[in-house]
């Protein structure tokens, strides 16, 4: 139950952010295209969870729909993330506080999610100030 409540909990915090996501309109083409390929793989990230971890999820009382939210949220909340950070060092740190707040129980099972909604704010971020190197500052 203690599962439940810390995905339910987490999940709600982020799906707040997920929105802030959705309602930053791009203002050129690049960052539109970028943008939604970071969307389209969340969503790609979301469905290969469920697959891989629903069985776990549900010996835990967690169902597809809140696993689902929780990684949606996880990572479209990436995003907003990545366009408002300085730098990647800022971005990294922002993946290293919340992986922080899912250390426990969760943690191990949730790895490959959390580091593939790293690795599509990462390259939202470096899609958007045009580079492929870590450290530069807008």
């Not at 390259?123 to 870590?134: C, D, S």
Request: glycine share 6%; charged share 20%; with cysteine.
């Amino acid at each position: 139950m203690k599962t439940k409540a810390a995905l339910s909990f987490l999940s709600l915090s982020l799906m707040g952010i997920a929105i802030i996501s959705q309602a930053h309109a791009a203002d050129s083409k690049e960052s539109t295209r970028a943008h939604s390929e970071a969307v389209e793989s969340c969503t790609e990230l979301s469905n290969a969870t469920i697959n891989d971890l629903g069985a776990w999820g549900e010996a835990r009382g967690i169902t597809e729909t809140q696993l689902r939210q929780f990684v949606d949220s996880l990572c479209l909340g990436g995003l907003p993330a990545a366009r408002e950070a300085k730098n990647e060092d800022e971005l990294d740190m922002y993946w290293l506080v919340l992986r922080q707040k899912l250390s426990g129980s969760i943690a191990d099972e949730l790895y490959t999610p959390v580091s593939s909604s790293q690795s599509i704010s990462t390259k939202y971020f470096r899609a958007l100030n045009g580079t492929k190197n870590k450290n530069v500052t807008h």
